[in-house]
């Protein structure tokens, strides 16, 4: 995943999107941990955090910035 980390990539909106993906996996795994989800909680979890990687995936295929 990371052959090419010797090229400097830095992009602050990747980087947030990336943020937002991982807080909503962190988010998921804590209130599991605490309680019981229901099925409807869980679609809607799901739901953000699929949103946050297609968003993340976009701006790869758009910006093009881990190229
Ligand atoms: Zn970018």
């Given at each position: 995943?990371?052959?090419?980390?010797?090229?400097?990539?830095?992009?602050?909106?990747?980087?947030?999107?990336?943020?937002?993906?991982?807080?909503?996996?962190?988010?998921?795994?804590?209130l599991?941990?605490?309680?019981?989800?229901?099925p409807?909680?869980?679609?809607?979890?799901?739901?953000?955090?699929?949103?946050?990687?297609?968003?993340?995936?976009?701006?790869?295929?758009?910006?093009?910035?881990?190229?």
């Amino acid at each position: 995943m990371r052959a090419l980390s010797n090229i400097v990539l830095s992009c602050v909106e990747r980087d947030r999107l990336e943020s937002e993906l991982s807080e909503a996996r962190i988010r998921v795994r804590n209130l599991s941990r605490l309680r019981h989800l229901t099925p409807p909680e869980l679609a809607v979890l799901d739901q953000r955090e699929y949103t946050a990687h297609a968003r993340l995936r976009d701006h790869d295929a758009e910006h093009g910035c881990q190229r």
